[in-house]
């Protein structure tokens, strides 16, 4: 992004099809990466805002944890509910899995502009910051 850094989109666990063979490789893939490369600044982990936390998400939320990376969390498919429902239901997710409060989320969709104003603007303040 402007030369000045980069998104990296990393596999899921969500709509890909894989056999669990495929998906172990991925995972070692992913903890290695996570592990060796030392530019990373933020992992943004996104979630559906419509759901409680999965097993997977839980998996995922604990490993990232795990892994002392700065982390934001984006509550996505926020088109998906009811615009007045929204702040409800991140602050509803934050409680469940970060009762403490040290990983922000943010609701986000890629469909509505809305969202992204928030985003852009804590990408600059982490940015400005490391
Ligand atoms: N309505 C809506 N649909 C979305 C949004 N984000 C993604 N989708 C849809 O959800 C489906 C999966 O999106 P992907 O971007 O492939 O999801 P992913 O998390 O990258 O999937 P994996 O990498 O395979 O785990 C697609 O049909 C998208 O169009 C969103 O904000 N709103
Ligand atoms: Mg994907």
Redesign the pocket.
Known sequence: MDDIFYFV?????????MSKKEQEQVGKFIEQYLLVRKEITLIIF?IDIRHSPSENDRLMYNYIISSGLPCLILA?????IAITKVDDTVKALQKELNPIGDIPILP?????KIYKEDVWLFLDNHLKNI
């Open positions: 989109d990393l596999p899921g666990y969500g709509y890909s099809k996104l996505n498919k926020a088109d998906k986000f969709s890629s469909e509505r």
